[in-house]
């Protein structure tokens, strides 16, 4: 059965489900920054996916890359799968600009997280929501 890992629950915001994933928001004001977490049980790697859920993951994670270029215009796109911390199979997709204050190198572990202020939050949920919403199958009311 799947279950959220704590630290993912606990550093992101719930944004909405698609067919295969979980779709959260990291709260950290610094980038916008995307995970995709596959509501599978005790998966780490995208490899051990079966081959139709890697074929959504990918499908799903392209739809947020396009999502997130339409919405923020990064000048960069970061899409990774690290997990070194956190084993749970996670999707990283992070908006990148020339001003960040870490570019051009990787965001995490490079900067103190900011949350969103509640209006920042709301901003950014019912824009991506508005754009992925006949995609998701699970939003918040």
């Known amino acids: 059965m799947f279950e959220l890992d704590a630290v993912l629950e606990r550093d992101s915001v ?3 489900d698609f067919p295969l994933s979980q779709l959260r928001l990291i709260n950290n004001a610094n980038a916008p920054w995307f995970i995709l977490v596959p509501k599978r049980a005790d998966i780490r790697e995208i490899h051990h996916l079966e081959p139709e859920d890697r074929q959504q993951l990918m499908a799903e994670s392209c739809l947020l890359a396009e999502t997130m270029q339409d919405v923020f ?4 796109l970061n899409v990774a799968a ?3 911390k956190v084993q749970q199979l ?3 997709h992070v908006a990148r600009f020339t001003q960040d204050s870490c570019w051009p190198e990787p965001v995490w ?8 202020s509640e209006s920042e939050l709301a ?9 992925l919403g ?3 199958v699970a939003q918040a009311d």
Not at 73 to 76: G, M, Q, V
Not at 109 to 116: N, S
Request: no cysteine; net charge positive.
């Open 82 to 84: 690290i997990g070194n």
């Open 123 to 131: 901003s950014i949920l019912q824009k991506v929501r508005s754009l």
């Open 109 to 116: 572990g490079k900067i103190a997280a900011t949350p969103y």
């Open 90 to 92: 996670h999707l990283h």
């Open 134 to 136: 006949d995609e998701l």
């Open 73 to 76: 215009a990064p000048d960069k």
């Open 14 to 16: 719930w944004v909405g």
